[in-house]
């Protein structure tokens, strides 16, 4: 039997007379690499990124009370709002990391008077551990807003302001696979520039935001009213990735006054 589990920050144990059984936590689920063969080739070009499918973790509840009728009642008000909602996912016995994903199904598999076991199934997609890198404790991205556009001072894993170029301060990155990378930079630019080969060519004469999601490839501004413009056919090069060890991003351009925040998601 295990403490508890949390969805979305709400701790099990906190729910009157659920009970954790069991669950099984992912920790290298399947993956595969694509190999192609070419003529007059003793060896097959090999993709360097690894390729997964959504993994599934098990858990198993159980939900006690002085009878069947109040054993319903708390899976119906209780136990089902807070799992049929849930995108985040924590366990007790790595409570610094979590899974991204949803409840996928919830099924009935014991039934007494005083009891019910439930047997749930959260699918973790991308498969592997996250943790944010925020200073701000207790805080995490909102589901339904864009991730970049909820980086702020107070909960940046790094931030910096440039009129001439320079680098972010690093960030110390202990994962195991690529990060995910959040960025936001407001002020003006000719043209900018982030770590090595990622351009804007798209100049921004009065103070502007751009947003870009590096997990997604998407990069855009907003207009007053909220609409979102997308910016991607005004940039080059690749999206910067941070790896295992210290990584840090330079910022350059052409007539540059800014200010960059980035938001750093740990995978593996």
């Not at 909602?85 to 598999?109: F, I, K, M, W």
């Not at 973790?124 to 701000?136: D, F, G, I, V």
């Amino acid at each position: 039997m295990y403490d508890w589990i949390a969805l979305d920050g709400i701790r099990s144990d906190t729910i009157s007379g659920l009970v954790v059984m069991t669950y099984t936590p992912l920790y290298l689920p399947q993956r595969t690499r694509e190999q192609t063969a070419l003529p007059g080739r003793l060896t097959a070009i090999t993709q360097q990124a690894w390729q997964r499918e959504p993994a599934d973790i098990p858990i198993t509840l159980a939900v006690v009370g002085t009878g069947q009728a109040q054993v319903d009642r708390t899976i119906r008000e209780a136990v089902l709002p807070w799992l049929y909602g849930a995108t985040r996912l924590t366990l007790d016995n790595d409570p610094t990391h979590h899974y991204r994903g949803a409840v996928t199904q919830v099924e009935q598999s014991v039934d007494e008077e005083r009891w019910v076991e439930l047997r749930a199934t959260f699918r973790a997609n991308p498969p592997c551990r996250l943790r944010l890198l925020s200073p701000k404790a207790g805080w995490y991205p909102a589901a339904d807003t864009p991730i970049p556009c909820q980086i702020a001072a107070d909960n940046a894993t790094c931030q910096g302001d440039f009129t001439a170029p320079g680098w972010l301060p690093e960030v110390t990155y202990n994962g195991l696979e690529t990060a995910e990378t959040y960025i936001a930079v407001t002020g003006t630019w000719d043209k900018l520039r982030l770590g090595a080969t990622f351009e804007v060519a798209q100049a921004a004469e009065t103070s502007t935001t751009l947003y870009i999601d590096g997990e997604n490839g998407q990069v855009w501004t907003q207009t007053a009213d909220g609409v979102e413009v997308n910016w991607m056919s005004a940039t080059t090069g690749d999206l910067l990735e941070i790896r295992p060890g210290l990584t840090s991003l330079y910022v350059g351009g052409e007539n540059i006054s800014v200010t960059v925040r980035m938001l750093v998601m740990e995978r593996g």
